[in-house]
């Protein structure tokens, strides 16, 4: 609690287990590395409920086929998920369904739950059949390896071209009862989500009706998936997950009070971390950008020219050359598709102003490159319309993402 208001711990280090939540994981050989990790499991031991967002990509894979037909079914009563990385299992038409179907077979025999009340995610090449036998060979494994911390395990399963895990948990107290919010995700590339992006598991002991549990779970993904880009490419495979337990014996929050409030800023909270991690870790990335839009006459439109700037692959190039080239920053405010006078507006990168009322300002270039040249950069702009604001967070564009995605599949 600081200055009379509950706070939440936040440790992107570990992951630790909320109460009543087991995980597993496996090396099924769906991966090129031989022994890597790549199918994982988590279940709630008690009654749990679920909710989820998913990709706005018209080409939707099988998997989220599954798991809104579950959601649907099951009530919201979801107890399970069960994913694997090297295979999206996208775009492989009536096989794939029946293999996403067979996943989540696979993990209601092994807990012994209805197949309704299991999730299922994959994350990897699409338009290849996904080899499931190779997964349902692991079943056994899965089953003897279920424990309170296998939670890591999972976290190092479902990444791809990730070169580090990406995890964080939160800890509070909700009517005087320790409580956990814990997350994992993937991402390093095609990260534009619009909803979520890539793969993102929450786990919590709070227990909260479907109906908040789902509002929540909407408001934070807006306030962090909802403003992430690596490259601009919405995947077909995204997904975020919640499954809330209450074993914590917490109140149970079924109106929007005080308690909702602080779950939704605990919740939001791990999400925007798991989202700033894909940031960072961006595909060749060497630079994560945050950037703020104010002054603007709406929040929506704060946030679509942030987008537009995030997405811009000449912003973004010219940050990983270092070049403070702060016209292709107006240029692309200006496609935005937002309505603004180009002569209100000023730019500053961190705390160096490079344009004011639209106009070039004299600055120091050593200056501007000694900033650029930093890990984390803010570029600001006051749109001088109104008194909305907007964050988004991006990287810069290398050679290397190239190099990564040109032979990504091969």
Not at 97 to 126: E, P
Not at 165 to 180: D, F, I
């Amino acid at each position: 609690m600081r200055n009379g208001k509950l706070i939440w711990t936040l440790d992107s280090q570990q992951i630790r287990s909320p109460q009543g939540f087991l995980a597993a994981a496996a090396a099924a050989g769906i991966r090129k590395t031989e022994g890597r990790l790549d199918v994982g499991l988590v279940f709630s031991s008690r009654p749990s409920i679920g909710a989820a967002r998913f990709t706005t990509n018209v080409v939707k894979a099988a998997p989220l086929l599954i798991c809104r037909r579950n959601l649907e079914d099951s009530g919201g009563e979801i107890r399970a998920l069960i994913v694997n990385s090297g295979n999206a299992n996208a775009c492989t038409g009536k096989g794939g369904l029946q293999a996403a179907n067979q996943m989540a077979a696979l993990a209601a025999a092994i807990l012994g739950i209805s197949l309704q009340q299991v999730l299922v995610a994959s994350t990897g090449v699409i338009g290849v059949a996904l080899p499931i036998d190779r997964i349902e060979n692991q079943a056994a494994t899965l089953k003897s390896k279920l424990s309170p911390d296998g939670l890591d395990d999972v976290a190092k399963a479902i990444m791809t071209t990730d070169t580090v895990k990406k995890v964080c948990s939160a800890e509070s107290t909700l009517g005087g009862v320790p409580v956990r919010i814990s997350g994992m995700t993937k991402g390093a590339g095609m990260i534009h989500p619009r909803m979520a992006t890539t793969l993102g598991f929450v786990l919590t002991d709070v227990m909260i009706t479907r109906t908040l549990l789902e509002d929540a779970l909407g408001q934070a993904c807006e306030k962090s998936y909802n403003r992430i880009s690596v490259d601009g490419d919405t995947s077909t495979n995204d997904t975020l997950a919640i499954i809330a337990n209450g074993a914590s014996g917490a109140p149970l929050i079924d109106e929007k009070d005080g308690h909702y409030t602080h779950f939704l800023e605990g919740l939001t909270s791990v999400c925007q971390n798991l989202a700033q991690q894909i940031v960072r870790d961006g595909e060749g990335a060497r630079k994560f950008v945050e950037i703020v839009v104010q002054g603007a006459s709406t929040e929506a439109e704060a946030t679509q020219i942030a987008r537009s700037i995030a997405n811009s692959p000449l912003v973004k190039t010219a940050i990983a050359g270092e070049d403070p080239n702060w016209g292709r920053i107006l240029c692309a405010a200006g496609y935005s598709g937002v309505q603004f006078d180009p002569n209100r507006v000023h730019i500053c990168i961190d705390e160096l102003q490079v344009c004011q009322n639209g106009t070039g300002l004299a600055f120091d270039e050593r200056v501007a490159k000694q900033i650029l040249s930093q890990r984390d950069i803010r570029i600001l702009l006051n749109m001088n319309m109104g008194q909305a604001v907007s964050t988004m967070w991006t990287c810069d564009l290398t050679k290397e993402y190239i190099h990564i995605n040109a032979d990504y599949r091969t």
